[in-house]
């Protein structure tokens, strides 16, 4: 089955900590996205990726970074530096434009990353 | 502004109403509009997806994009208890996505 498969579902981490959330897509997809998502604010942008090796900051980069070391995959590191990690976090892939179909935009079934 | 407007209810209707969901948005570049369905817990669904204006019918889903209002619409007829969910619209234009903050939707048995 085609898809995007996010790990761990469920996360938690000390303060201090790093932790590290995978997103695996194989729907042959060049862009992927990092989100988080927060009661009643919406889904906002951390980091994207359109090509291998290379990436771009979202609206919330700060405390976040990712890798791009193969199209399949699109790692997130919550680092120590982020103040308030505890969230809900969605990996989405899409087509590039303006490529059939890059409109579509994917997302796996979520990490919830909880700070104890 | 925001890029994306949409009421975050909760709307609450009973089993086998029409249900109607909205969003207004900013940038007339838009040119992709998409609903998705997100249940507790879950990442979204995509629901439905358009390409520039006009309707788009999808069993008991109706999509419909409003480029000159900058509204789009998401109608569910016959609504089922199962459509109890979160529902997002979202907008794209060249690689980037912007979302409304979803409506939260309840059909009561």
């Known amino acids: 089955d085609g898809g995007i498969t996010q790990s761990p579902k469920y996360l938690f981490r000390k303060e201090g900590q790093n932790v590290t959330l995978s997103c695996e897509q194989n729907l042959n997809h060049d862009a992927m996205y990092w989100y988080r998502q927060d009661p009643g604010q919406g889904l906002r942008l951390i980091y994207y990726s359109q090509i291998v090796n290379d990436f771009q900051k979202g609206d919330i980069a700060e405390g976040y970074s990712v890798s791009r070391e193969k199209k399949e995959s699109f790692p997130l590191t919550v680092t120590s530096a982020q103040k308030n990690p505890t969230a809900f976090y969605l990996c989405a892939s899409a087509t590039l434009w303006p490529g059939s179909n890059s409109g579509e935009l994917f997302f796996g079934e979520g990490s919830r990353l909880t700070v104890l | 502004q925001k890029e994306v407007e949409q009421d975050p209810g909760p709307l609450s209707v009973p089993e086998g109403a029409i249900v109607s969901l909205n969003c207004t948005y900013s940038?007339?570049?838009?040119?992709?509009f998409m609903w998705y369905r997100q249940y507790s817990r879950k990442g979204p669904e995509l629901l439905m997806y358009?390409?520039?204006?006009g309707n788009k019918e999808d069993g008991r889903f109706t999509a419909q994009v409003d480029k000159s209002s900058k509204y789009i619409s998401l109608f569910i007829r016959d609504s089922q208890p199962s459509d109890s969910a979160t529902y997002l619209c979202?907008?794209?234009?060249?690689?980037?996505?912007?979302f409304g903050t979803g409506t939260s939707l309840t059909v009561i048995p």
């Open positions: 940038n007339s570049a838009f040119q992709y």
């Open positions: 358009t390409y520039s204006s």
């Open positions: 979202a907008m794209s234009a060249v690689n980037q996505f912007y």
